[in-house]
């Protein structure tokens, strides 16, 4: 199984971006039933969920990106999302998708590259 992230870049406080994360090497079906995550990883910084999504679609997101940051999935792709608005520098961070739900201890598969956003003020 791979996860490929893509779509950061640098950006200025208050833009916006839009990162994809696409899995392959897994069938349709269990892609469907894993809930999805959206982490991120500061210099320095341990790694943190920001975003999930379950397999039944509930969203939900941590207290500092909630109302500026939406997840979602296309189940056919196999493919999640994450919709950044109102960025800001303290946002800076490689953002990487995997399993994932708050407060649930899940098997993680295995962490893709990222994709680095950077949001200067």
């Known amino acids: 199984v791979q996860l490929q992230a893509s779509g950061g870049g640098l950006v200025q406080a208050g833009g916006s971006l839009r990162l994809s994360c696409k899995a392959s090497g897994m069938i349709l079906s269990t892609f469907w039933s894993y809930d999805m995550g959206w982490y991120r990883q500061a210099p320095g910084k341990q790694r943190e969920l920001v975003a999930s999504?379950?397999?039944?679609?509930?969203?939900n997101s941590a207290d500092s990106v909630k109302g500026r940051f939406a997840i979602s999935r296309d189940n056919a792709k196999r493919t999640v999302y994450l919709q950044m608005n109102d960025l800001k520098p303290e946002d800076t961070a490689v953002y990487y998708c995997n399993r994932g739900s708050f407060g649930t201890d899940v098997s993680l598969l295995n962490w893709g590259q990222g994709t680095q956003v950077t949001v200067s003020s």
């Open positions: 999504e379950s397999s039944g679609g509930r969203t």
